[in-house]
């Protein structure tokens, strides 16, 4: 499919003169960027005054500047400057059925004449709750939270409280959210990683206080890591996160080998099994531990489940969740303005009942023919394509791809450079290309994403 060679010696030389030829064009490339966005250019210069550097979200960061955006519809968005651009990422995967589906608009605008908040609990928070329960098979509780971050956050809370232990395991290269015990080893330079069977824990952010006593990271995707680490350490080890789908990675699935491991380690050990499905849910009716056959004790929610609102979820065992129940004494607290506000719930029921079985198992056939293109265009280049159900991935590197290490060492000016032309051509991608598809997305723009993708990597 693609080269798998390391990038050393001249193996090296031949990718990064491939790698070259494009970004000796990067220049041009951000020129006529700058010249199609002339109103986002004046909005990100009065956004410096405010927000620090101009932005107050990292993950729209992008050189020279993000555009800004004035409305959705459908797989469609239109930029402040007036232009169309094909949505290729659909707010971070969260927007499955496109912008402003009618039937999510519907369910939003008759509860807004409503009011969008009360201080107490509706009906509406129910449905939602009630089919989340039963299309994970590993969920009998739910807790509603605010963000992805916070569900992790307050998982990660419920694991110790159960397990009576403090070290959360984690493993190198995922995202977990800004919570500051796992906001570690996310993008770690590997000057600074350690050794890859023993990474070494490096922040991701300035102001975290360290990890000693109370986080631990492991390689991805390696059993034999995990297996000899948690023999070693499992009386300190009380919580184990995982994503099943390792987004930052590649949108990588793990080998079913490595989760079923994992399983049993934290059945062996008393460890809280948390798998981190708030991307990950987007790959099949049941999430990833549906696809692939593996239970976790709590499982982390968010973006979908939400129809475009802020959202976040805790699910799992009744004996882990019910720790927070107002009949125990000294109980794992979770307090929340907007948890489980009306707007979101009726706006996230109207959109998970429309994704149905029938509706993923189209979505994962589109996924599977985008990721074949692609690979087809990559083939005898150094680019990697992964990726899962609806979700793809270019990676600018000659290594396959199964843990984090293999990707690290990408060229990030070049898929910088790729995202800005493909942007200059009307799709919006993540500035380090990773792409999804919604189920309005259409036949032909797919045709015309795939055909301007070829054409800037193979002039």
């Known amino acids: 499919m693609s080269m798998t060679a390391d990038l050393a010696g001249p193996h090296a030389m031949r990718d990064n003169d491939y790698y070259g030829a494009l970004l000796a064009r990067a220049g041009e490339i951000e020129a006529r960027y700058r010249q199609l966005t002339p109103k986002s250019a004046e909005l990100f210069a009065r956004a410096r005054e405010v927000f620090p550097g ?38 971070a995967t969260s927007l499955p059925l496109g912008h402003a589906h009618p039937h999510v608009l519907a369910a939003a605008e008759q509860q807004l004449r409503k009011g969008t908040a009360y201080f107490g609990p509706t009906e509406y928070e129910l449905p939602l709750a009630e089919l989340l329960i039963d299309r994970l098979p590993s969920t009998e509780r739910l807790r509603f939270a605010n963000s992805g971050s916070e569900a992790v956050m307050m998982a990660v809370r419920f694991g110790r409280a159960f397990s009576k232990k403090p070290v959360v395991l984690k493993f190198e290269g995922s995202y977990h959210g800004s919570y500051d015990d796992v906001s570690w080893s996310v993008s770690p330079s590997l000057a600074q990683a350690g050794e890859i069977r023993s990474p070494i824990p490096v922040a991701e952010s300035a102001g975290l206080a360290g990890t000693d006593g109370r986080m631990a990271v492991l ?3 390696d059993i034999e890591a995990l297996r000899a680490y948690v023999e070693a350490h499992h009386a300190e080890i009380g919580v184990m996160l995982v994503e099943p789908m390792a987004n930052r990675i590649g949108l990588l699935m793990p080998d079913k080998d490595f989760l079923l491991e994992a399983r049993a380690l934290c059945d062996r050990h008393n460890i809280v099994l948390i798998f981190d499905e708030v991307i990950a849910f987007r790959v099949g009716y049941n999430g990833a531990q549906g696809l692939m056959g593996v239970a976790p004790d709590l499982t982390t929610l968010g973006k979908i489940i939400g129809g475009g609102f802020p959202v976040g979820a805790i699910a799992g065992r009744a004996d882990v969740l019910d720790l927070s129940s107002p009949a125990l004494g000294f109980r794992v607290t979770h307090a929340g303005t907007f948890n489980a506000n009306p707007m979101v719930a009726v706006a996230g029921y109207a959109t998970m009942e429309r994704l149905t079985p029938e509706v993923f198992a189209a979505f994962n056939r589109t996924g599977d023919d985008i990721r074949r293109r692609l690979a087809a265009i990559c ?22 791809i199964r843990n984090y290490r293999d990707g690290a ?10 995202s800005l032309a493909m942007l200059n051509e009307g799709f919006l991608m993540t500035p380090t290309l990773s792409g999804a598809i919604s189920t309005v997305t259409t036949p032909e723009q797919i045709d015309v994403f795939i055909d301007a993708f070829k054409t800037i990597v193979t002039q």
């Open 54 to 91: 101009g932005f107050t979200r990292d993950a729209v960061m992008r050189k020279p500047y993000a555009p800004f955006i004035a409305s959705g519809s459908g797989s469609l968005l239109k930029d402040v400057d007036g232009r169309t651009v094909v949505d290729m990422w659909f707010n």
């Open 219 to 221: 390689p991805f995707n």
């Open 379 to 400: 083939e005898g280049l150094p680019l990697q394509v992964t990726g899962s159900g609806s979700l793809f991935k270019i990676t600018a590197t000659g290594n396959t």
């Open 409 to 418: 060492a990408s060229n990030k000016a070049w898929e910088n450079a790729v």
